[in-house]
């Protein structure tokens, strides 16, 4: 069985920077991705970044160059650094873990970007 524990969300004013992470339990060998998505209220939920077991990591076009992915030594954490934030990037993430193509989801962690 595989789990997912985020941290880091919380309140940030426009320009500034966040940092998230997440921790998966579990066996983690044979992991084919693991990343994050973010849902607004109302929306479906997008991709933010992702990295694939190929060693590509690839972002969505609204975060590319402002937010950096990466993965902890030991290859079961993934972090999430956010820099610039925006208005828009106001929304619960989530992280996410594929393995054998089934999707592990951690409990989502809300990032609000607000003067």
């Known amino acids: 069985q595989v789990q997912l524990v985020e941290s880091g969300g919380g309140l940030v004013t426009p320009g500034g920077s966040l940092n998230l992470s997440c921790v998966v339990s579990?066996?983690?060998?044979?992991?084919?991705?693991m990343g994050w998505y973010r849902q607004v209220p109302g929306k479906e939920r997008e991709t933010v970044a992702m990295?694939?077991?190929?060693?590509?990591?690839r972002y969505a076009g609204s975060v590319k160059g402002r937010f950096t992915l990466s993965r902890g030594s030991a290859l079961n954490s993934v972090h999430l650094h956010s820099s610039n934030l925006r208005s828009e990037d106001t929304a619960v993430y989530y992280c996410?873990?594929?393995?054998?193509?089934?999707?592990?989801w951690g409990q989502g962690t809300l990032v609000t970007v607000s003067s």
């Open positions: 990295w694939l077991s190929t060693g590509t990591i």
């Open positions: 996410v873990a594929i393995k054998q193509g089934e999707r592990y």
């Open positions: 579990g066996t983690v060998d044979r992991m084919s991705a």
